[in-house]
């Protein structure tokens, strides 16, 4: 064991183009077990995180999520939840069908809002519609880590 007040050693500086004379199978080694650095590798990896059957829901709540402060992720996650559903098990499907039915609603209660926006209640509906979004994919998405399915999807409140 080194004692700390001992002097380290210099890291060695190679100019450009050197070998550091590592094998590539040392590097692979350092960097982590079953981890090569590839584009490839990765691909496997995140292709393994995508499988597991709570994955895409996760990643459309969080499209969701984002789209309380910026409009454009929730439409990625409707084409997301349209194209996993069919295939997905009956309690993630309620999910799927939540967040669809949040897309279409969303868009029907702004539609609502900038019609009613001569009279200030268009403009109150407005200002509580990014609430009711937040309201709605918290509560979504608790459920979906708890495992359990909503009870309403279809509901215009909070399932």
Known sequence: MSNPSDPQPE???LPPGQE???KESEVR?????GVDGSIEDLGRQVSGLMRHPLSMPRVTYALYAV???SGFPMLVGLIVAYVVRGEAPHWLQTHYTFLIRTF???IALVLIGVALAFLLVGFMLLWLLPLWLAIRVVRGWLLLENKKPIPNPESWLFG
């Open 11 to 13: 890291p060695e500086i």
């Open 20 to 22: 550091h004379g590592y």
């Open 29 to 33: 080694r350092a960097s982590g077990p």
């Open 67 to 69: 789209s309380v402060v």
């Open 104 to 106: 279409w609603y969303f």
